[in-house]
């Protein structure tokens, strides 16, 4: 089983930036690929961006690609999102999750995600 702590979220006004982070514990979790997802009240859970450990690829939804930025520090079992240039409608929980299997190949899927955090709320005001 993966554990994952995310941190980082808070209020920052339209056009700023924010980094979130993931830490990760338990036995194997290096195996699985590590996605980022964001949940707005009332909708549904949507995929942001997904990273192996290995730096064998990472993958991201055309919504956030070029704004948002995903990536791995091995030494401190952490995934991050570096989050810029942020509108109201970022707003969300964000949450981290693991991917169920180690063939992780890019789904976009949150059902082919198995462990997920407790979420961080982003605010972004205008």
């Known amino acids: 089983q993966v554990q994952l702590v995310e941190s980082g979220g808070g209020l920052v006004q339209a056009g700023g930036s924010l980094r979130l982070s993931c830490a990760a514990s338990?036995?194997?979790?290096?195996?699985?690929?590590m996605g980022w997802f964001r949940q707005a009240p009332g909708k549904e859970r949507e995929f942001l961006a997904a990273?192996?450990?290995?730096?064998?690829?990472?993958y991201y939804a055309a919504s956030v690609k070029g704004r948002f930025t995903i990536s791995s520090d091995n030494a401190k079992n952490t995934v991050y999102l570096q989050m810029n240039s942020l509108k109201p409608e970022d707003t969300a929980v964000y949450y981290c999750?693991?991917?169920?299997?180690?063939?992780?190949?890019?789904?976009?899927?949150?059902?082919?995600?198995?462990?997920w955090g407790q979420g961080t709320q982003v605010t972004v005001s205008s």
């Open positions: 999750a693991a991917a169920r299997s180690i063939y992780y190949t890019g789904s976009y899927d949150p059902a082919d995600f198995g462990s």
């Open positions: 990273i192996s450990w290995s730096g064998g690829g990472t």
């Open positions: 338990g036995r194997t979790f290096r195996r699985y690929a």
